[in-house]
């Protein structure tokens, strides 16, 4: 199931440096000035698809790839879980024929709804591996410096007392969490998950919201620097203004951003994921929010927070051996301190 690592290798060795010359100043903030997307590297970061072979899920799924390959262009995206509705291999086989379309790597990370009730929890993690192709459902994806580290809902069968559909994190997966993040101190730390940390942004107060151990992540959190972490799971689209202010919350070095989904499910009543674009040689993010229904983005959502490095896009790498590795690669762990470079 490795073949589809060979596009990516290649589609990553095609890019070009991005371009220089973007300078924006705040941390989280409006942009403030102009901003021309050819300038950056643009990365789309969607979730929530909840495909279930009913018509909305499908016409939302297509108004994004159509935006996607028409307007916005990335150059990678990212799918933070709940692919699916019910994680039946027919929801599966649907879902592929979306992300082939798409003209960009696309990298997931499992969610609640990407458990069939009907199997085990270990069932489910084999069949979203085999049914999109990865050796492991968590792994990082290294950019230049900046490493983007998704994380996986791995339990739905026998929560902890009173959760019903929060996010658990077995104890190897957090320990991998935590070596990653050791040993990855010098770049720029970008984390993705389907359910949110504890008491960030909107609706992260409420249990079944959260990504546990919560504990757990809250001592890794206060011991290594996270710079950016994205989460979905709410359905919190950009129009509910009330809670915007909740949707981008700083938290020590790290801004954490609610997603919005691509379902309409939920009340949501809109297709909406966040672009982020990385420019080389500046520690501002560019982070926008599209409503691909009506392929715009609202500018007055615009904002603007900081890496703790300079992008590098053509920073090396180093593994755990001291090897060099290709500029463009990409690297999973498939056990704690065990790096594989492709
Ligand atoms: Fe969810």
Known sequence: MSNRYIPRREFLSKLATAGLGFLISSTIGNIQSGWSSSEGYDIVIGSDSHIDLGQESTASMESFVTDMNQNLRPKEIFCLGDLLHNATVEEYKTYREFRDRLNAPVWECPGNHDHDPKLSNEENLVRFRELLDYDNHFYSHLLGNNLFILLADERQKNLPGGLSYAGYMEPEQVAWFEDTLKMNQDKNIIVLSHQSAKGTTVMSEQSNMQMHPTNELERILNTYRVDLWFSAHA????????????????????????????????????????????????????????????????????????????????????????????????????????????
């Open 235 to 342: 359905h919190s689209g950009f129009d509910h203004k009330s809670a915007h202010a909740d949707m981008f919350v700083k938290k020590g070095p790290t801004t954490f951003v609610q997603v919005a989904s691509i379902s309409k499910r939920y009340n949501t009543n809109r297709t909406q994921s966040r672009f982020i674009s990385l420019v080389e040689g500046t520690k501002e993010v560019l982070i926008r929010s599209r409503d691909h229904d009506v392929q715009t983005f609202d500018e007055s959502l615009d904002a603007v927070v900081s890496l703790n490095y300079p992008v590098s896009l053509t920073a090396t790498a180093v593994d755990l051996s001291e090897q060099l590795v290709t500029t463009w690669g990409w690297m999973k762990e498939s056990a704690a301190n065990r790096l594989q470079y492709w």
